[in-house]
Antibody
Framework: QVQLVESGGGVVQPGRSPRLSCAAS????????MHWVRQAPGKGLEWVAI????????YYADSVKGRFTISRDNSENTLYLQMNSLRAEDTAVYYC?????????????WGQGTLVTVSS | EIVLTQSPATLSLSPGERATLSCRAS??????LGWYQQKPGQAPRLLIY???NRATGVPARFSGSGSGTDFTLTISSLEPEDFAVYYC?????????FGQGTKVEIK
């Protein structure tokens, strides 16, 4: 079965640069676009970034453009989010999600999320 | 950036009642709209894709309609497990955005 498992969250000081990981299994990872979505405590969902199946195309929400970098290692079935210049407003649960082209590129599987708390 | 506005923010209903949730886009998204359900402490779950298609395993009481800028998610008869927050999401090129959510709570 499809599994997405995020890691790398925790308490981070402002300005630090953690990297989140999302380990994928149960499907052909290299065939699918992948996304990061975040949710601040008690708030709604915010799309963060997308990477194409082969890593050649990447797009970001304006709120993270220039600070966050999405990448993937298809040989390791792993998605990454490098987060630089963190701010308090980046505090959120970060989910990785798989898009499904037969579902109009909607997100058919999600990880359980990893909480990033930006605090000094 | 396309903005999605959901209404109402909160819907207070009883089990067995019909729920009608709205999502309006700031510009046309054709039929590239999905609906997700999220329960406390859980990741979102895909319900509807391309405005009106149910994802695998989604009960028939969930239905979606609309195109262009106005979309609706209908739950025909609320079951206890349907009380949750619902989000719409659009796809425009590479970009995605979510609505702010509608909470369906028990009256």
């Amino acid at each position: 079965q499809v599994q997405l498992v995020e890691s790398g969250g925790g308490v981070v000081q402002p300005g630090r640069s953690p990297r989140l990981s999302c380990a994928a299994s149960g499907f052909s990872f290299s065939n699918y676009g992948m996304h990061w979505v975040r949710q601040a405590p008690g708030k709604g969902l915010e799309w963060v970034a997308i990477i194409s199946y082969d890593g050649s195309d990447k797009y970001y929400a304006d709120s993270v453009k220039g600070r966050f970098t999405i990448s993937r290692d298809n040989s390791e079935n792993t998605l990454y989010l490098q987060m630089n210049s963190l701010r308090a407003e980046d505090t959120a649960v970060y989910y990785c999600a798989k898009e499904e082209d037969s579902y109009g590129f909607a997100f058919d599987y999600w990880g359980q999320g990893t909480l990033v708390t930006v605090s000094s | 950036e396309i903005v999605l506005t959901q209404s109402p923010a909160t819907l207070s209903l009883s089990p067995g009642e019909r729920a009608t949730l709205s999502c309006r886009a700031s510009q046309s998204v054709s039929s590239f709209l999905g609906w997700y359900q999220q329960k406390p402490g859980q990741a979102p779950r895909l319900l509807i894709y391309d405005a009106s298609n149910r994802a695998t395993g989604v009960p028939a009481r969930f239905s979606g309609s609309g195109s262009g800028t106005d979309f609706t998610l209908t739950i025909s008869s609320l079951e206890p497990e349907d009380f949750a927050v619902y989000y719409c999401q659009q796809r425009s090129g590479w970009s995605r955005t979510f609505g702010q959510g509608t909470k369906v709570e028990i009256k």
